[in-house]
Nanobody, 122 residues
Framework: QVQLAESGGGLVQTGGSLRLSCAPS????????MGWFRQVPGKAREFVAA????????ILADSVKGRFTISRDSAENTVSLQMNSLKPEDTAVYYC???????????????WGKGTLVTVSS
């Protein structure tokens, strides 16, 4: 339903920072609860962060709390993930999507895009 294009990935050293962004092709972007997920090939997709449509509520996975910040700009229809103090275990393809909870677990509301690759070297 809401098509998103992620950008901002790249190669950084441990302790470095990256800022990921995504923007929709659908005009309903500002009306959905947005989130970021990440996935390593061969492993399950992992929830990273979510933000309410108003931006007043943010949720971070324990693995990134204190290091990552999620934000959105409804006027520009973008959602961002600021990643600081990056670790090798943060290496993954990162995806953004509308999100909702199902049995206490965050899941993507829409189809998944291509994502953007983040590689953190040791």
């Amino acid at each position: 339903q809401v098509q998103l294009a992620e950008s901002g990935g790249g190669l950084v050293q441990t302790g470095g920072s990256l800022r990921l962004s995504c923007a929709p092709s659908d005009r309903t972007f500002s009306r959905v609860y947005m989130g970021w997920f990440r996935q390593v090939p061969g492993k399950a997709r992992e929830f990273v962060a979510a933000i309410s449509w108003s931006g007043s509520t943010t949720i971070l996975a324990d693995s990134v709390k204190g290091r990552f910040t999620i934000s959105r700009d409804s006027a520009e229809n973008t959602v961002s993930l600021q990643m600081n103090s990056l670790k090798p275990e943060d290496t993954a393809v990162y995806y953004c999507n509308g999100v909702h909870q199902m049995s206490g677990t965050w899941v993507g509301t829409n189809s998944w895009g291509k994502g953007t690759l983040v590689t953190v070297s040791s």
